[in-house]
């Protein structure tokens, strides 16, 4: 049987060995923490989330509910995990980020397929099959290696973190815990609401705030969809209230009145022992960082875990270079998976590894990989990496412009949004179910539809 090198303990670079090593194909997984560590990373552990805790809607009907149905589905390791992690999230799937990582390393580990190597992969093997999942800090050594495989330049823009605050420094007297529309548990995020003149001020302090000096070697060629506060700041007075700030859906119980604007919190864990400031990633320098954000109502006294900052992103351009299995065209033994094929997001790039994973044991089958229908969210997010413009490519998210539009619906469903969304849905996981049993037909994967792994509860 052939062995695959993976380089990347990311979820991405977990997911393709989990989904190797059950259908017994031995791994050697690469990671370089702790020997070396990034300016994102904390642990040594495998799956670590860098940004936030969530994995974005878990409401039935939305795309990315859809793409996380589609990996449940199909016995993603990654997805069943953060189920058992879950902490309240509205209508996200929030985790417990310390247990989930904790229960990925602990599951590879225990794997007897999995070789876990503590060091970094500083070249492309020749030969053998090799899937490069090291995302967005992928070191200098293998960019060079993927610069000389691919005959181009990477691609790179610049993503960021969100700063988290201690629970016990809150100032509750000034927050109200509420979902947006009620949607999930009541308490399952914290509001710090603003007035008109609370928001001036702390837009008129954020946007004179000084910010981290960009190298010259850097380029911050922002990615729209996860623009840095002062960013957004600077495009506009309503630009946050429209955005990480914005009000709607939420009632503060003390006037019953919507505020002028709204800082979310979103617990951490399931102590509640902290709170991460959503969609407040920044590339302010840590005393401004600490200076502006208690301007908020409820941080005046608020200690930080973790201010945000920025990290490089670097990613290839997919369309020009990978096959339809994530293959390098230049390459075949050689899969790209993760932020490095231009996916954005911790789903997707769990679906990546999935992918990744899936076509290389048809590989070592001996047969051709049949890629999931484009009507579903997997095949239409993989149909982006290869079919994409290469012209102007960009990182994307997975959204219903992604898959293709249903065709000939009555006229009452064409009108209505919610009812179409609902209609692609049952379509794609319907098609999933036929592309599962291809799966099977050439590999054996064991308990499919049951739990392939009983994790002990982590610190």
């Given at each position: 049987?052939?062995?695959?090198?993976?380089?990347?303990?990311?979820?991405?670079?977990?997911?393709?060995?989990?989904?190797?090593?059950?259908?017994?194909?031995?791994?050697?997984?690469?990671?370089?923490?702790?020997?070396?560590?990034?300016?994102?990373?904390?642990?040594?552990?495998?799956a670590?989330?860098?940004?936030?805790?969530?994995?974005?809607?878990?409401?039935?009907?939305?795309?990315?509910?859809?793409?996380?149905?589609?990996?449940?589905?199909?016995?993603?390791?990654?997805?069943?995990?953060a189920?058992?992690c879950?902490?309240?999230?509205?209508?996200?799937?929030?985790?417990?980020?310390?247990?989930?990582?904790?229960?990925?390393?602990?599951?590879?580990?225990?794997?007897?397929?999995?070789?876990?190597?503590?060091?970094?992969?500083?070249?492309?093997?020749?030969?053998g099959?090799?899937?490069?999942?090291?995302?967005?800090?992928?070191?200098?050594?293998?960019?060079r290696?993927?610069?000389?495989?691919?005959?181009?330049?990477?691609?790179?823009?610049?993503?960021?973190?969100?700063?988290?605050?201690?629970?016990?420094?809150?100032?509750?007297?000034?927050?109200?815990?509420?979902?947006?529309?009620?949607?999930?548990?009541?308490?399952?995020?914290?509001?710090?609401?603003?007035?008109?003149?609370?928001?001036?001020?702390?837009y008129?302090?954020?946007?004179?705030?000084?910010?981290?000096?960009?190298?010259?070697?850097?380029?911050?060629?922002?990615?729209?969809?996860?623009?840095?506060?002062?960013?957004?700041?600077?495009?506009?007075?309503?630009?946050?209230?429209?955005?990480?700030?914005?009000?709607?859906g939420?009632?503060?119980?003390?006037?019953?009145?919507?505020?002028?604007?709204?800082?979310?919190?979103?617990?951490?864990?399931?102590?509640?022992?902290?709170?991460?400031?959503?969609g407040?990633?920044?590339?302010?320098?840590?005393?401004?960082?600490?200076?502006?954000?208690?301007?908020?109502?409820?941080?005046?006294?608020?200690?930080f875990?973790?201010?945000?900052?920025?990290?490089?992103?670097?990613?290839?351009?997919?369309p020009?270079?990978?096959?339809?299995?994530?293959?390098?065209?230049?390459?075949?033994?050689?899969?790209?998976?993760?932020?490095?094929?231009?996916?954005?997001g911790?789903?997707?790039?769990?679906?990546?590894?999935?992918?990744?994973?899936?076509?290389?044991?048809?590989?070592?089958?001996?047969?051709?990989?049949?890629?999931?229908?484009r009507?579903?969210?997997?095949?239409?997010?993989?149909?982006?990496t290869?079919?994409?413009?290469?012209?102007?490519?960009?990182?994307?998210?997975?959204?219903?412009?992604?898959?293709?539009?249903?065709?000939?619906?009555?006229?009452?469903?064409?009108?209505?949004?919610g009812?179409?969304?609902?209609?692609?849905?049952?379509?794609?996981?319907?098609?999933?179910?036929?592309?599962?049993?291809?799966?099977c037909?050439?590999?054996?994967?064991?308990?499919?539809?049951?739990?392939?792994?009983?994790?002990?509860?982590?610190?």
């Open positions: 049987m052939r062995a695959v090198t993976i380089a990347g303990g990311g979820l991405a670079g977990s997911e393709a060995a989990w989904q190797l090593a059950v259908r017994d194909i031995s791994v050697t997984l690469y990671e370089m923490r702790p020997a070396r560590s990034t300016p994102a990373h904390k642990t040594d552990r495998l670590e989330l860098v940004c936030s805790n969530s994995l974005k809607s878990n409401t039935p009907g939305a795309a990315s509910w859809l793409l996380k149905e589609e990996l449940r589905r199909s016995g993603s390791l990654l997805l069943k995990l189920g058992e879950a902490v309240p999230g509205g209508g996200a799937l929030a985790v417990d980020r310390e247990r989930f990582s904790a229960s990925v390393t602990q599951a590879l580990g225990e794997h007897p397929l999995v070789t876990i190597r503590r060091e970094e992969l500083r070249e492309i093997p020749s030969d099959l090799v899937v490069i999942a090291t995302g967005p800090l992928t070191s200098d050594a293998l960019t290696c993927l610069q000389a495989l691919t005959g181009s330049e990477n691609l790179a823009f610049y993503d960021s973190i969100s700063p988290i605050v201690d629970a016990e420094t809150l100032n509750h007297e000034r927050l109200f815990p509420a979902s947006r529309y009620g949607k999930g548990g009541r308490d399952d995020y914290l509001n710090c609401p603003l007035n008109e003149a609370e928001y001036c001020a702390f008129d302090a954020l946007r004179g705030a000084e910010t981290v000096p960009a190298h010259e070697f850097e380029d911050l060629n922002y990615f729209e969809a996860c623009l840095p506060i002062e960013e957004l700041a600077r495009r506009g007075y309503d630009t946050l209230r429209f955005g990480p700030m914005k009000p709607v939420l009632l503060d119980p003390r006037t019953g009145k919507q505020p002028f604007a709204v800082v979310q919190l979103r617990a951490e864990n399931l102590r509640f022992s902290s709170y991460n400031l959503v407040f990633q920044n590339h302010l320098k840590f005393p401004e960082q600490g200076r502006i954000l208690r301007m908020i109502p409820g941080l005046e006294n608020a200690e875990l973790r201010f945000g900052q920025m990290h490089r992103n670097t990613y290839i351009n997919a020009r270079l990978l096959e339809a299995d994530l293959s390098l065209r230049a390459a075949p033994n050689v899969f790209i998976a993760g932020q490095l094929c231009g996916v954005e911790y789903v997707e790039c769990i679906a990546t590894g999935f992918l990744a994973g899936a076509a290389l044991a048809q590989q070592v089958a001996g047969a051709a990989f049949t890629p999931p229908p009507t579903t969210a997997l095949g239409s997010l993989l149909h982006y290869s079919h994409a413009d290469p012209g102007n490519y960009q990182p994307a998210n997975i959204s219903f412009d992604l898959l293709p539009p249903l065709e000939n619906l009555p006229r009452v469903i064409a009108r209505d949004r009812a179409r969304r609902a209609r692609q849905c049952e379509r794609a996981l319907a098609d999933l179910q036929m592309w599962i049993q291809t799966l037909t050439y590999n054996r994967i064991p308990g499919l539809q049951e739990p392939w792994v009983t994790v002990r509860e982590s610190g």
